[in-house]
């Protein structure tokens, strides 16, 4: 059986709160930890009307706290946002709370719109300084030198695993190089999928890692009907169409049929984007997620979605690990 973990943006559907989508954030968690997943990531994203979980750090504990088990880590932490100081101390601060339960993913990307990424105070530039920013986060993680004069406090010694997580080739470049596990965000944007994940198996390099991880991320959408599958992924689907339009906010509801709602380029657009996905009843998602882990080859897989009824959500959860177990 592969090894499979989760990942949480922690959706503010369409008729709820951002207290609700916390909530239901923790209440997640605690349930992937009874149906074995094995790490539950949160990702940072900012100015989002749908997503409540920008200031990741803190939200992670909250995770920790209410969970026994399960690794809880970001998916990630945008570090052109922040001084890598700043995330070596939060992290620091998690993984001397909570020993050897904590991860540390790092993009490249702002997960922002350029006016927010301003509002931030670290502008655009942050992603060309991103490998130098990665080797400094890793150092302050490290053993402190007796002559280092600036320590992570806390942090210094910790040794938090640190990922990269990309959806180019840039970042399988710099894990292979560094010696890092590597993540794909093949759950919205698969194109380079095949190609990164080759090159980052090639080029590896033993370092911080003796040998490569490579993670791939999944939609899926599962349900104990065909149709309801179908009909649960159309929130994500207009979700997605909504931030290409220009237009974020709030999780929707589902519909009988998402062509009806977009253009036939937009709806192949779409489509193209969300494919690495499994939807369907648990002997289909069984069977899609067989064939993708054939294909791929990843050491480990990582599954998500942006479904509007919490319930729906566990429930697909649920049968997602039930067949992971079982494929």
């Known amino acids: 059986m592969i090894p499979y973990a989760l990942l949480d943006l922690s959706p503010i559907a369409e008729g709820a709160t951002v207290t609700d989508a916390l909530h239901n954030t923790i209440d997640l968690a605690q349930y992937a930890e009874d149906w074995g997943y094995q790490r539950f990531w949160l990702a940072e994203h900012h100015n989002s009307g749908g997503i409540a979980s920008s200031a990741t750090a803190v939200l992670i504990g909250q995770v920790l706290a209410a969970t026994n088990s399960i690794r809880v880590g970001s998916g990630g932490i945008m570090l052109p946002n922040h001084a890598p100081l700043i995330v070596a101390e939060q992290f620091g601060t998690l993984a001397s709370l909570y020993p050897d339960r904590v991860d540390l ?97 090639h080029r590896f390099q033993p370092g911080i890692t003796d040998a490569p991880h490579f993670m791939m991320a999944v939609n899926v959408f599962a349900a104990d009907t065909e149709a309801e599958a179908h009909r649960l992924r159309t929130s994500m689907q207009q979700g997605f169409l909504n931030l290409r339009r220009g237009t974020p906010g ?43 882990i054939e294909t791929y080859q990843p050491d480990e897989i990582i599954v998500t979605n942006m479904i509007h009824a919490h319930s729906a959500r566990l429930r697909s959860f649920e049968i997602a690990a039930q067949a992971l177990q079982s494929g």
């Open 250 to 292: 709030p999780l929707p509801y589902p519909v009988d049929s998402f062509d009806q709602l977009a253009t036939p380029s937009e709806a192949r657009m779409v489509n193209h984007a969300l494919r690495i996905t499994a939807v369907g009843t648990e002997d289909m998602v069984r069977a899609q997620l067989n064939t993708l």
């Open 105 to 201: 993913g790092l993009g490249r990307a702002p997960g922002t719109d350029m006016q927010t990424a301003a509002a931030l105070r670290r502008g655009l530039n942050g992603s060309d300084q991103f490998p130098q920013d990665v080797v400094e986060l890793i150092g302050f993680l490290g053993d402190a030198a007796p002559e280092q004069s600036v320590k992570a406090i806390p942090g210094s010694g910790t040794h938090v695993p640190v990922w990269i997580l990309g959806s180019s080739l840039f970042g399988a470049q710099l894990a292979a190089q560094l010696g890092l596990p590597y993540a794909f965000a093949s759950h919205f944007a698969p194109d380079a999928l095949e190609e990164a994940a080759a090159l980052y198996r």
